[in-house]
């Protein structure tokens, strides 16, 4: 098979998912990487709590900064390339990522296809993410193991990726141990020419990178580890319980993957002495997992490093239950993992939760153009569960806005609720005690809400009137809701035309807006 042609298709595929996937799934991938790409290129941002207390690193922001300068100096630092760009930059490491998949699993067809279409690598493959970047580094890192000879190349991607994430040094400890018992070379002079010597070298340039940027001498990984593991930050943010990454985690990763997965585990313990690097590859994942596990904050993406170790393992499985299998049987068994994954991709990606990525466009058309009978710019006032949107990095204008916080309680306070809780708790009291209503062009010239809160707040709203509704899931929840909407305050003389004593927009005007807004 064409190695050239395989890249292409591959990158072709990634690329399409730049253009495809566009809705909200996580903050991080904008506040973790784009916001602060965007404050060190051009001075103006948000940092998270994790910035100032130093555990995230900046490397990977750095790359997306430097970017960002690139287009600065050419004048052509538009919002649209200011988005666009860095989601293209990370699907083309993913897409060299899955190339170095199908190398590392012997050129098959089966590998080209799964490595294709999961669901889950096509929602997030071109997602700004920490996680995107470490599944990426991982799998280049695999497809370098010495399974079968020697070589330390992988190394550098596993050392970045542990360096950037911490946590990822649960999967090459025991892929290490493997690598020392079978070389040639004795352990001695492969844990200090080798692993000691690269894993130096890389920590002492993110260091480096880190004490520049910080502002002081640090080392991200251990203020990562110290937060979030010793000091079990990431619990303030939700728990499960411990067998969540065997029981929902991963089998929602894999989705309908999940079935052959199944099959390669049964496969590769009956027949162990002809899956070598599956059973490697099963006793690191089951170890990540126990690891993980014991860390009361779980996400999905947590997760993602682990794709590439449980698709290795269906490959090898499916390659050989192929030499015996009909072709009507190979067909519709690829139809089926076809269909499972086209149809979450398709509605995680196009449909649920896309009222975010909407709403910015129309929030950059207010801070450029924007300006009250004061001649003052947009002032904009989210009033949503923090980081439910992008931030300036998806509105490049220097305009004042807020949002609800949620940082943890780092100083151990008694009876700590994060200033998100204490709006929600009582969200007028809020109001009147955190915005001035006199004089009026003290208010927030424009307000962010999901239509759940419009009737709480209702005669704060007196003072606004409704701009825009903008889709954005299916179902209310506690503090979310089915549409976004955009409120601007009344300007003098309009409080005289608008009736002050009109109702709150009732579900049929809120779908009459949203009609609107869809066909516009």
């Excluded at 929602?123 to 497809?143: H, P, Q």
């Excluded at 003072?463 to 899931?473: R, T, V």
Aim: some cysteine.
């Amino acid at each position: 098979m064409n190695l050239l042609y395989v890249f292409g298709l591959i990158l072709a595929v990634r690329l399409a998912s730049v253009f495809v996937v566009k809705t909200y799934y996580v903050p991080d991938e904008y506040w973790q990487s784009l916001e602060v790409a965007h404050k060190l290129t051009f001075g103006y941002g948000y940092l998270t709590w994790e910035w100032v207390q130093g555990i995230r690193s900046y490397v990977y922001p750095l790359l997306i900064a430097g970017l960002y300068k690139v287009l600065a100096l050419l004048h052509l630092d538009s919002v649209q390339l200011l988005v666009l760009l860095p989601r293209i930059l990370q699907a083309t490491l993913t897409a060299y990522s899955d190339y170095r998949f199908f190398v590392w699993t012997g050129k098959r067809k089966w590998a080209l296809f799964l490595i294709l279409v999961p669901w889950f690598w096509f929602y997030t493959g071109s997602r700004t993410l920490a996680n995107t970047l470490e599944a990426s580094l991982t799998t280049i890192a695999l497809s370098y193991f010495p399974w079968y000879g020697e070589g330390t190349a992988y190394l550098w991607p596993a050392a970045f990726c542990c360096f950037l994430r911490p946590t990822a040094a649960v999967i090459w400890l025991p892929l290490s141990i493997y690598h020392l018992r079978k070389s040639r070379l004795s352990p001695v002079e492969l844990i200090l020419k080798r692993f000691l010597a690269i894993g130096l070298l890389v920590a002492g340039l993110g260091i480096a990178i880190d004490t520049y940027l910080h502002g002081q001498l640090i080392v991200t990984p251990y203020e990562f580890l110290k937060y979030n593991i010793f000091n079990n930050i990431g619990s303030f943010y939700g728990s499960h319980p411990w067998h969540w990454y065997f029981t929902v985690g991963l089998p929602t990763v894999l989705g309908i993957n999940t079935l052959p997965f199944i099959y390669g585990i049964m496969e590769t313990v009956r027949k162990s002495e002809k899956y070598k690097v599956s059973k490697q590859l099963l006793i690191t994942i089951l170890l990540t997992l126990v690891v993980l596990s014991t860390v009361e904050h779980k996400e999905f993406r947590f997760v993602s490093p682990l794709l590439p170790l449980c698709l290795y393992v269906t490959v090898e499985a499916l390659s050989r239950w192929s030499y015996r299998a009909s072709s009507t049987m190979l067909w519709c068994t690829a139809f089926v993992i076809l269909l499972g994954n086209a149809l979450p991709a398709w509605y995680l990606s196009t449909v649920h939760q896309k009222g975010p990525i909407d709403l910015m466009p129309k929030l950059r058309d207010i801070a450029q153009e924007y300006r009250d009978e004061r001649e003052q710019r947009a002032n904009i006032l989210f009033l949503m569960p923090c980081h439910s949107t992008p931030f300036y990095s998806h509105i490049h204008e220097n305009v004042t806005m807020r949002f609800l916080t949620c940082e943890p309680n780092l100083k151990h306070q008694e009876n700590f609720k994060d200033e998100a809780d204490r709006f929600y708790e009582s969200p007028n009291h809020w109001l009147n005690s955190h915005i001035p209503i006199h004089p009026r062009t003290a208010l927030p010239t424009h307000v962010v809400l999901f239509d759940s809160l419009t009737e709480k707040i209702g005669e704060f709203l007196t003072n606004y009137k409704l701009l825009h509704s903008i889709e954005h899931a299916e179902h209310r929840q506690s503090r979310t809701g089915r549409a976004i909407q955009v409120y601007q305050r009344l300007l003098k003389g309009e409080e005289n035309a608008f009736n002050r004593d009109q109702q709150l927009p009732s579900e049929q005007d809120v779908e009459s807006l949203l009609s609107n807004e869809r066909f516009n």
